[in-house]
C-alpha cells in the first residue's frame, strides 16, 4: 500500500517562504516520478512542479523548486516570495514510471496521491 504524507504547510505571509515535504511509503522511492499539485477554493487542480527519477526538475512558479532525496524517501517543494494567489491545498503525487528521464504534468498521469497541507498566504 503505497502512501504519501505531506507536511510544511501554513500560514505565511505575502513575500515569505515555505517548504513542503511529501514522505512515501509502500514502494521503492526511486521507482516514482513525482509531482506537486495544488487546489484554491472554487478552481481546478493545477501542476505546480515535478521531478524525474533522475533528479530533473520543472516547476510552473519560477519561485518554487522541487527536488527529491530517494534516500529519505521525500520529495520537497521550496516555495519562496509567497504571493496571495498561492493560497491552496497542495498536494503530493506519485507516477510509477518506467523512465528514468521523464515527468508528468498531467493530474490523471499519476497513480498516488497524499492527503494534501493547506497553505495560506496573508497580505
Known amino acids: 500500500q503505497v502512501q504519501l504524507v505531506e507536511s510544511g504547510g501554513g500560514l505565511v505571509q505575502a513575500g515569505g517562504s515555505l517548504r513542503l515535504s511529501c514522505a512515501a511509503s509502500?514502494?521503492?522511492?526511486?521507482?516514482?516520478?513525482m509531482g506537486w499539485f495544488r487546489q484554491a477554493p472554487g478552481k481546478e487542480r493545477e501542476f505546480v512542479a515535478a521531478?524525474?527519477?533522475?533528479h530533473g526538475g520543472s516547476s510552473v512558479q519560477g519561485r518554487f523548486t522541487i527536488s527529491r532525496d530517494n534516500a529519505k524517501n521525500t520529495v520537497y517543494l521550496q516555495m519562496n516570495s509567497l504571493k496571495p494567489e498561492d493560497t491552496a491545498v497542495y498536494y503530493c503525487?506519485?507516477?510509477?514510471?518506467?523512465?528514468?528521464?521523464?515527468?508528468?504534468?498531467?493530474?490523471?498521469?499519476?497513480?498516488?496521491w497524499g492527503q494534501g497541507t493547506q497553505v495560506t498566504v496573508s497580505s
Open positions: 503525487a506519485a507516477k510509477v514510471s518506467p523512465e528514468l528521464s521523464y515527468f508528468y504534468t498531467t493530474a490523471r498521469d499519476y497513480d498516488y
Open positions: 509502500g514502494r521503492t522511492f526511486s521507482s516514482f516520478a
Open positions: 521531478i524525474t527519477r533522475s
